[in-house]
């Protein structure tokens, strides 16, 4: 299991860039697959981003596919989804996970721990 902390949350008009970042504790985060997620009001949690342990493989929900990249940094322990170009419909909670398969977080979520959230309002 690993302990996950999200920053970087706040309010954006649309057009506009965030970058929010993950922090992880715990000796395996470099051996794990990590993903972010959203959860909108009234709606479910989704699937954004994607990245395996390596860095070398990411996947995107199609919804932000081209404005979203995410990436991570194994020395610090940290992973980020930068967002650009972010919409309305963008407004949500996000969530960071982990898991050892990266297949597993863009289907199901992972098994390896959940941060609390950090809220993310996208205005018109």
């Known amino acids: 299991q690993v302990q996950l902390v999200e920053s970087g949350g706040g309010l954006v008009q649309a057009g506009g860039s965030l970058r929010l970042s993950c922090t992880a504790s715990?000796?395996?985060?470099?051996?794990?697959?990590m993903g972010w997620f959203r959860q909108a009001p009234g709606k479910e949690r989704e699937f954004v981003a994607a990245i395996r342990w390596s860095g070398g493989v990411t996947a995107y929900a199609d919804s932000v596919k081209g404005r979203f990249t995410i990436s991570r940094d194994n020395a610090k322990k940290m992973v980020y989804l930068q967002m650009t170009s972010l919409k309305p419909e963008d407004t949500a909670v996000y969530y960071c996970?982990?898991?050892?398969?990266?297949?597993?977080?863009?289907?199901?979520?992972?098994?390896?721990?959940w941060g609390q959230g950090t809220q993310v309002t996208v205005s018109s």
């Open positions: 715990g000796r395996t985060f470099s051996s794990y697959a």
């Open positions: 996970n982990a898991d050892e398969d990266i297949v597993r977080i863009t289907t199901t979520g992972g098994r390896r721990g």
